[in-house]
């Protein structure tokens, strides 16, 4: 059953804090997405990759986020340091040529 | 730049009704993909529509896609309430692995 995961699946931390969110992608999927989802902005695209590339990082706070692929198992978001406005929950999606984007569960922030 | 909009933004229905969601957007797109969202959960993809008139069906929900008015509707047949969920409409960018996604509608089903 392939599917897209996320670690961690909660994560409760302090102002200033370093966060880091990782999403491992479905198995031969070459795009990878990173989105987070308030109540307030809705749904928004932070960044994404093809074949490990960035391909485009303007959704992203490029002060204090960061986005990368280390290998086409792992995509990770860190943030640095954290504020509380990043409260959101954090999805990832990964797709195919097909374009069709399957999301993991969600990293559900909190920054006190 | 592509806009995609979505209405109603809620919904509230009575079990054993009909009703439509739509979902316009901005500029030439052939793909259109609605998602579910349950409270507190992740998207999960319902229907692919990938050229102009296509139509999907699933249970009571049924897709289509109008290319020429930039147009797509989700429409919920004799609802009930399993189907109480954010449904949103994403369209495929140009030349772009990018979907830009609409505000959501979000549904209520009651007795």
């Known amino acids: 059953d392939a599917r897209v995961t996320q670690t961690p699946r909660h994560k409760v931390t302090e102002m200033g804090q370093e966060v880091t969110m990782r999403c491992q992608p479905i198995?031969?999927?070459?795009?990878v997405f990173w989105y987070r989802q308030t109540m307030m902005q809705g749904l928004e695209l932070l960044a994404y990759?093809?074949?490990?590339?960035?391909?485009?990082d303007s959704g992203m706070p490029k002060d204090r986020f960061s986005a990368e692929m280390p290998d086409a198992t792992l995509a990770t978001l860190k943030i640095q340091p954290s504020e509380p406005r990043d409260s959101a929950v954090y999805f990832c999606?990964?797709?195919?040529?097909?374009?069709?984007?399957?999301f993991g569960p969600g990293t559900r922030l909190t920054v006190l | 730049e592509l806009k995609v909009e979505q209405n109603p933004l809620f919904l509230s229905m009575q079990e054993g009704k009909n009703y439509t969601i739509y979902c316009n957007y901005s500029?030439?797109?052939?793909?259109l993909y609605w998602y579910r969202q349950d409270p507190g959960k992740s998207l999960e993809s319902l229907f692919v529509l990938l050229s102009n008139g296509a139509v999907k069906q699933e249970g009571r929900l049924m897709a289509s896609l109008d290319t020429k008015a930039r147009l797509s509707t989700l429409h919920i047949t004799a609802a009930v309430h399993d189907l109480s969920a954010t449904y949103f409409c994403a369209v495929e960018g140009y030349n772009t692995d990018k979907l830009i996604f609409g505000t959501g509608t979000r549904l209520q089903v009651f007795p």
């Open positions: 990759f093809r074949n490990r590339a960035p391909l485009d």
């Open positions: 198995l031969g999927h070459n795009t």
């Open positions: 500029t030439t797109s052939d793909r």
């Open positions: 999606a990964s797709g195919s040529s097909l374009k069709e984007q399957f």
